[in-house]
């Protein structure tokens, strides 16, 4: 049974930094795409960042140059270090996986697995 356990939200002020990690268990976690969405209060999931197993990464546009995606393969964890981190970050931030090992798409669709949430929340 695929598991994915997000951890590292809280509260922060504007401009500080969290890093969030996401667990991953029942799968051969090398062999998998990972990415970071969030759905902030009343709106849609969307992108964030991902990574495959090259690593080769993505990011939207919103996070670029702030945010850095990162895998352990040996911890079976994937990680986001959010830095400068500004109020519209606020939201669940949820971890998801995709066996297209190469695959480092936006499209929540293409997930086949995804985490609970890790709520983020950051104060002006």
């Known amino acids: 049974q695929v598991q994915l356990l997000e951890s590292g939200g809280g509260l922060v002020q504007a401009g500080g930094s969290l890093r969030l990690s996401c667990a991953a268990s029942?799968?051969?976690?090398?062999?998998?795409?990972m990415a970071w969405f969030r759905q902030a209060p009343g709106k849609e999931r969307e992108f964030v960042a991902a990574?495959?197993?090259?690593?080769?990464?993505r990011y939207a546009d919103s996070v670029k140059g702030r945010f850095t995606i990162s895998r352990d393969n040996a911890k079976n964890t994937m990680f986001l270090q959010m830095n400068s981190l500004k109020p519209e970050d606020t939201g669940v931030y949820f971890c998801?996986?995709?066996?297209?090992?190469?695959?480092?798409?936006?499209?929540?669709?293409?997930?086949?697995?995804w985490g609970q949430g890790t709520q983020v929340t950051v104060s002006s």
């Open positions: 998801a996986a995709n066996s297209a090992r190469g695959l480092t798409s936006a499209r929540e669709d293409l997930y086949d697995y």
């Open positions: 029942g799968l051969t976690f090398s062999s998998y795409a």
């Open positions: 990574i495959n197993w090259n690593p080769n990464t």
